[in-house]
């Protein structure tokens, strides 16, 4: 028997370890292969064919690609500890109207602003996954009550669709091995 190897991408929060446990319970014979990448590549590397899926942030695939919604981040404020905006519990876009941000650069950036908003020259908006991800004794997060989420959805080429990909996309579903389409 042939072993063949589905090479799927994740972008930094995303944590698909329990993706991969249901995929090896279904002892398929298939090895799932996860390859960190960075969100500004998403898209570069499904069409580049480095990996044959990728769970991707916020991102409109247009036609050429097939996409599976999967569950929205929440969005929220990272900022030092001793952050005046610190003492909150939730935050509304009305508490930050006095404040500095300091806004995104660039889509792989998340770490640098966390790192930037712990010195304590303002706040950044990130999605909770990289708050965590990206955590630091100096830094706090409060979610944005008022903020839209973010998306994370896995996607694949329409012209690489296969059984393979569709069992992967039931197995993300919640599809168990005592699970029947």
Request: glycine content about 6%; hydrophobic content about 40%.
């Amino acid at each position: 028997m042939t072993t063949s190897t589905l090479r799927v991408g994740f972008v930094p929060g995303v944590e698909p370890d329990r993706f991969l446990r249901r995929w090896k319970a279904l002892r398929n014979g298939t090895w799932l292969e996860l390859i960190p990448v960075a969100q500004s590549r998403q898209i570069d590397a499904l069409t580049a064919g480095e990996v044959d899926m990728c769970f991707a942030r916020d991102t409109d695939p247009g036609n050429a690609f097939h996409a599976v919604s999967l569950w929205e981040e929440r969005p929220v404020v990272a900022m030092s500890t001793d952050h005046v905006l610190s003492v909150l519990d939730e935050i509304t876009e009305a508490d930050l109207a006095e404040e500095t941000e300091i806004p995104s650069q660039g889509p792989d950036d998340a770490a640098d602003r966390v790192a930037v908003a712990a010195t304590g020259v303002g706040y950044t908006r990130v999605p909770m996954s990289l708050a965590r991800l990206h955590h630091r004794k100096d830094a706090t997060h409060r979610p944005l009550l008022d903020a839209d989420p973010t998306r994370i959805i896995l996607l694949w080429p329409r012209d690489a669709d296969d059984e393979l990909r569709q069992q992967f996309v039931g197995v993300v579903r919640g599809r168990t091995v005592r699970s029947s389409r």
